[in-house]
């Protein structure tokens, strides 16, 4: 079992940065891969990024590419989302979510293949 506390939202003006954290409980974080996903009003949780158990590969979704880095220290049982030139599309419910799939590699972006989710920590940018 594992248990997920997300930390560090909040509201943002429109190009300024926000991290976010995800603590886990339990020992079987260090072999478990990571993702974070998103919900605004009205749309449908979205995958975000992802970072595998060694955190030697990342992904991104083509949204946030190049402004969101997604990293983990497994020593401290935390993931992070560094979110950095953030526009008012990116308001949502954040949420980090754990997998022990073994394919998770290559279906990292449907949430249904993830087993644990934290309650979510909000982000409002404003424009």
């Known amino acids: 079992q594992v248990h997920l506390v997300e930390f560090g939202g909040g509201l943002v003006q429109a190009g300024g940065s926000l991290k976010l954290s995800c603590v886990a409980s339990g020992r079987i974080f260090s072999s478990i891969a990571m993702g974070w996903f998103r919900q605004a009003p009205g749309k449908e949780r979205e995958f975000v990024a992802f970072i595998t158990w060694r955190g030697d590969s990342t992904y991104y979704a083509d949204s946030v590419k190049g402004r969101f880095t997604i990293s983990r220290d497994n020593a401290k049982n935390t993931v992070y989302l560094q979110m950095s030139s953030l526009e008012a599309e990116d308001t949502a419910v954040y949420f980090c979510?754990?997998?022990?799939?073994?394919?998770?590699?290559?279906?990292?972006?449907?949430?249904?293949?993830?087993?644990?989710w934290g309650q979510g920590t909000q982000v409002t940018v404003s424009s």
């Open positions: 979510a754990a997998s022990r799939s073994a394919f998770i590699t290559t279906t990292y972006y449907r949430r249904t293949d993830y087993d644990y």
